[in-house]
C-alpha cells in the first residue's frame, strides 16, 4: 500500500492521571502520526482540558466523545471518526516505545497487501519482574523481523501470524475495520479486542507481529481482589459463547483454570507488595487498599 496516515484512537474515561504519560510518549512521535483521538467516554475529571492542553500545543490531538458507556462503544466512536488509512488503538494507561508509530507505519506501508491487522508486543510499567519478559521480546522480535524479510524474497514463506489481537497496542487498517464493524458485538461483558479478532478473521484477515511496537501498560489489573479478576477472565470464554464457538470457549475455560488464575494468584501478593515509584517492595502496599494506586475504571 502507499505511505499510510496514521491515527491513534485512546478509549478514556476518567483516566486523565494516567492519560498525560500517555500523551506524553505520542509527542516525539508526532512527525509519524497523523492524528491523535481521544474518545472521552464520558468522564467527569480533568481528561477534556489535558486533551485540549495538547491540542492547543501540538495541533494533531483531538477529542470525540462516545455517550454511551464502555470500551466497545469509546473504540468505536473513534475508529468511525479516523480520518487517517491504518487505526491504531492504545489504553489510557499504554505508554509507547521509541520508533513505535514509525514502526507500525513501515509495517503495514511494506506488508499491508498480507497483513491487515497487528499487534505490538507489552510490558508493564509498574509492575516488577518484567526485565525476563523484556530480553525475550528481543528474540521474538528478530524472529518475526526474520519471517517478514523472507516472505518478500521467498512469497509463500511463514509470516509472524499471531491468532489474536492485543486491545492495549494494536492496529489495523481502516478496510478492515470496515469489514469487520457490522460483525462486532457491542456487549460490554466481552473482550473486546477478542471480538474484534474473531470478526476480523471472519472476514479473512491476517494479522501480524509489528516488530518495533513496543509499548508498556499498566499491570493494575492484577492489583484487583481475586473475585474480581475471575470475573474479568470469564470475558474471554463468553466472548466465544457469543461468536458461537463452543470449542474455543472450552479452551478458554481449561486457560483460565490453568494459567490466567495460577499466573495471577501466585503474583498477587509481590505484584500488590510492589512500589513502582521506589521499585521496592514494601510491607505498606500490601495493606492500603489497591483503589490508592489507580485500580481499573469501571467500564475497562
Known amino acids: ?3 499510510s496516515r496514521l491515527t491513534v484512537v485512546i478509549p478514556a474515561y476518567n483516566e486523565a492521571e494516567t492519560l498525560r504519560g500517555c ?39 483531538r477529542s470525540v466523545v462516545a455517550t454511551e458507556q464502555g470500551v466497545i462503544h469509546a473504540r468505536t466512536v473513534g475508529f468511525d471518526n479516523a480520518r487517517g488509512d491504518v487505526l491504531a488503538r492504545i489504553d489510557a494507561d499504554s505508554r509507547v516505545g521509541p520508533g513505535w508509530a514509525q514502526s507500525i507505519k513501515e509495517f503495514f506501508d511494506q506488508y499491508g497487501d498480507v ?10 510499567h509498574d509492575l516488577p519482574f518484567q526485565d525476563r519478559f523484556r530480553r525475550s521480546h528481543i528474540g521474538i522480535t528478530d524472529d518475526a523481523r ?16 499471531l491468532q489474536r489481537l492485543f486491545g492495549s497496542n494494536m492496529a ?25 479478532t474473531l470478526c476480523l ?27 474480581a479478576y475471575f470475573r474479568y477472565c470469564l470475558r474471554d470464554q463468553r466472548t466465544f459463547k457469543v461468536h458461537g464457538l463452543p470449542r474455543e470457549r472450552a479452551k ?29 517492595f514494601t ?10 494506586r489507580l485500580t481499573p475504571r469501571a467500564h475497562r
Open 1 to 3: 500500500m502507499d505511505e
Open 23 to 61: 500523551l506524553d510518549s505520542l509527542v516525539p512521535q508526532l512527525t509519524h502520526l497523523y492524528e491523535i483521538v481521544v474518545v472521552d467516554n464520558n468522564s467527569t475529571d480533568e481528561t477534556a482540558s489535558l486533551v485540549e492542553e495538547f491540542a492547543s500545543k501540538y495541533g494533531k490531538f
Open 115 to 124: 497483513y491487515e491487522a497487528g499487534t505490538g508486543l507489552c510490558t508493564s
Open 146 to 161: 526474520a519471517k517478514l524479510a523472507a516472505m518478500s524474497e521467498r512469497p509463500g514463506s511463514e509470516g509472524p501470524d
Open 172 to 196: 489495523m487498517t481502516k478496510t478492515a475495520w470496515g469489514q469487520a464493524r457490522s460483525c462486532s458485538c457491542m456487549r460490554s461483558d466481552v473482550f473486546e479486542d477478542l471480538d474484534l
Open 201 to 227: 478473521k471472519r472476514s479473512g484477515v491476517r494479522i501480524g507481529l509489528i516488530p518495533g511496537a513496543d509499548a508498556t501498560i499498566s499491570g493494575r489489573r492484577f492489583l484487583t481482589p481475586p473475585p
Open 252 to 280: 478458554a475455560v481449561v486457560q483460565m483454570l490453568v494459567v490466567a488464575m495460577p499466573f495471577y494468584l501466585i503474583n498477587w501478593v509481590p505484584f500488590r507488595a510492589y512500589d513502582p515509584v521506589s521499585r521496592r
Open 283 to 292: 510491607i505498606r502496599n500490601l495493606i492500603r487498599p489497591p483503589q490508592t
